[in-house]
């Protein structure tokens, strides 16, 4: 392998943490309306709605963390499959909010664009497994 090969690499595993970091701060934003609210979609929060929040909300450091360390050909399936998964998952939540509170509406537009990049930059990195 060249060196230019090696340098890239660094720079697109650096580009994808970093664009799972700023998704994190978009769910994270999220969460706090949610939980400054008391209420989501009229029912109070409950215990396991927190709870999945939680686990939720590990997704984007986890893959900043994986996208470091994993080889090439899992790193680049691992992103765009984790990014597609949870790219729907905040299309749905953006559905959701446009109908109750469309102000909301736009940190999870925001995690939809960085899950975008995520996985176009995934696609087009040339790693191979």
Do not use: H
């Not at 701060?25 to 709870?51: C, D, R």
């Not at 984007?60 to 050909?73: C, D, E, I, K, W």
């Not at 909010?97 to 925001?110: C, G, M, S």
Request: charged share 10%; proline share 3%.
């Amino acid at each position: 392998m060249k060196a230019g090969g090696s340098s890239e690499n660094l720079v697109l595993r650096t580009r994808l943490s970093v664009l799972w970091l700023c998704g994190e701060a978009t769910a994270l934003a999220t969460i706090a309306f949610e939980l400054l609210s008391g209420v989501k979609q009229g029912v109070a929060i409950s215990a396991g709605y927190l709870l999945l929040l939680s686990i939720i909300a590990l997704i984007p450091p986890m893959m900043a963390f994986l996208s470091q360390t994993l080889r090439n050909g899992a790193n680049r399936w691992a992103n765009v499959i984790i990014g597609i998964v949870v790219g729907a998952f905040a299309t749905v939540v953006m559905l959701q909010e446009l109908e109750v509170q469309p102000a909301i509406a736009v940190d999870p537009a925001a995690g939809i664009v960085f899950q975008a990049i995520i996985v176009f930059y995934a696609l087009k990195s040339n790693q191979k497994a």
